[in-house]
Structure formats: structure tokens, C-alpha cells
């Protein structure tokens, strides 16, 4: 029977979460990498900003930032300040999370172009998720000399229940989506246009992904062996959410001209040309 309090252990499963969060960083980096052109598209007006990029922006390069903070609390040699240092990396992952979860209840206010009643359930339900992910500071860390950062208490209960309760968005999203998608394929007797099987793709993908990465750490954290296997997998969890999530977006952004989705404003809605195959994505003014 593995003891997992033991200093041994804690020691190697901290030697495993020190190479895990090395090995997500080259991942996420290279992420942003090879879709910065999409970025600098943006800010350079090749392509149109749009308000609710502002959540793709923020999302995706919190995380970013997240992710090299944690990376400076592993290796750093010197003394620095643990807890301001795990309370930023813990809001900004957080955050991470809850900015992917609103990229695809974008998407779906979208597809049911601006349901009054979609907008508001999505809305309570965003600021139900974003009440957990503010409640506040959940790690305790410390500077040991000669170790370096150690995490001495996790809040587990408040954690795992931003994790369940962001499946469970995921979900509600997920079948919204593929509900009105469903009597939309009814509607037009089977024939389905390319944009409606791309966005049934990622929404499945997307949900399939989040849901299994946020599922892994939940049980983790439940289970709470010891301090550092309650959150090794809480960086994973957050980075597939975000890069499935951006790349959803990116992909609806980056369909060429053709058909309209519209959001934002009273009037705006998706609009489905019968002769075209493409799409863009435009947000008209209120």
C-alpha cells in the first residue's frame, strides 16, 4: 500500500508535477506559436476585433502567463514570494477556464441567434461558474530553502467544485448546441451545410475534451493522496478547455465569407445562405 503522505513519495510525485507543467508549457507555447498569425491578424486590422475576442485574448494569454508562473515557482534558485506567486497562477488558471467556457456559450447564443431565454440561462449560469472561480484564495505555499516553493494546503472542496461545476457548463452548452443544431439538419430534410457539420464537430470535440480533462482532476482532488497529486492535473485540465476552446474560435473567424453569424445586438441572429458553404463571423452593432 502506497503511502502517499510520505516524504518519499511527495518527493517524487513533485519531481513528476515539476516535468508534467515543463512538458505543458512546450505544448501551449508551441499553441501559440503556430496560430500567432491569427493574433496578429487582429491587432494589426487584417482582421476585424470584435468584443467578444476579448475573451479569446484574455483567456488564452492568462493561461499563457499562468503557465510560465508556475513554471518560475519550480525553478527559481532565490527566495521570491510564494503565495503572491501561486494566488496570481491560481486566479489567472482559473480565469483560463472560465474565459474558454464563455467562448462557447458565445457560440451557442449564436446558433440560437440571441434566444432570449438561451442568453439568460447562460448568463446566470457564467456567473454562478465565475462566483467559484473568485471565491478567493484556495493554495497555501511557502519558500522552503533548499527546495524551493511547496504547497502546504489546497482549498480541495472549493476546487473540486469548479471543476464539476465547469463540467456540467460544458454540458449544458454542448446539448444546446447540438440540440439546435439537430432540428436545424431536421428542418433542411438532412442536408447539411459545412458550417453545421464543423460546429457539431468541435462542440462534440469540445466537450468530449473538457469533459474528460476537468473529470481527471476532480477525482484527484477528491481523492486528495497529498498536496500535489490534488492539483497535478488542474494546468491540464485548463489548457485543453483553452486551446479546444480558441481553436473553435478561431476556426468559426476564420471561415471565409459566404453566410452571416451575427452576435450581439437585438437584431442579430445566424444566417444561413442557401447557395453559399462558408461562412464569417460579423457582430453586428445594437
Known amino acids: 500500500m502506497v503511502d502517499w503522505k510520505s516524504q518519499e513519495e511527495m518527493r517524487k510525485d513533485s519531481s513528476i508535477f515539476i516535468k508534467l507543467i515543463h512538458a ?38 492568462l493561461l499563457l502567463f499562468a503557465l510560465i508562473g508556475i513554471v518560475i515557482s519550480l525553478d527559481t534558485p532565490s527566495e521570491i514570494n ?18 474558454a467556457s464563455i467562448n462557447l456559450s458565445l457560440r451557442t447564443i449564436a446558433i440560437w441567434s440571441d434566444n432570449k431565454l438561451v442568453i439568460v440561462l447562460l448568463v446566470l449560469i457564467i456567473i454562478g461558474h465565475w462566483s467559484l472561480i473568485l471565491q478567493g484564495v484556495l493554495l497555501t505555499a511557502v519558500w522552503v530553502p533548499g527546495v524551493g516553493c511547496q504547497i502546504t494546503d489546497s482549498k480541495t472542496a472549493i476546487l473540486s467544485a469548479t471543476f464539476i461545476y465547469s463540467m456540467c457548463f460544458d454540458f449544458v452548452v454542448m446539448c444546446l448546441s447540438a440540440y439546435k443544431l439537430a432540428r436545424m439538419a431536421i428542418c433542411t430534410k438532412g442536408t447539411h451545410t459545412k458550417f453545421v457539420r464543423m460546429l457539431f464537430s468541435d462542440g462534440l470535440i469540445y466537450f468530449f475534451i473538457a469533459f474528460v480533462a476537468n473529470l481527471i ?36 473567424i476564420n471561415f471565409q465569407p459566404g453566410s452571416e453569424l451575427v452576435i450581439s445586438g437585438k437584431n442579430s441572429g445566424i444566417i444561413f445562405e442557401s447557395n453559399s458553404a462558408v461562412l464569417s463571423m460579423q457582430y453586428a452593432e445594437p
Request: hydrophobic share 55%; glycine share 6%.
Open 82 to 99: 510564494c503565495q503572491a506567486l501561486y494566488t496570481f497562477n491560481q486566479l489567472a488558471g482559473d480565469a483560463a477556464v472560465g474565459l
Open 217 to 252: 482532476a476532480t477525482v484527484f482532488m477528491v481523492l486528495n493522496f497529498n498536496t500535489t497529486t490534488s492539483i497535478v492535473f488542474n494546468v491540464p485540465a485548463a489548457m485543453a478547455s483553452t486551446i479546444v476552446a480558441s481553436r473553435v474560435v478561431r476556426r468559426l
Open 24 to 61: 505543458l508549457l512546450g505544448v501551449y507555447a508551441w499553441e501559440c506559436v503556430i496560430s500567432l498569425d491569427f493574433d496578429w491578424a487582429v491587432l494589426t486590422g487584417k482582421k476585424k476585433f470584435r468584443w467578444p475576442l476579448i475573451f479569446y485574448f484574455a483567456g488564452r494569454y
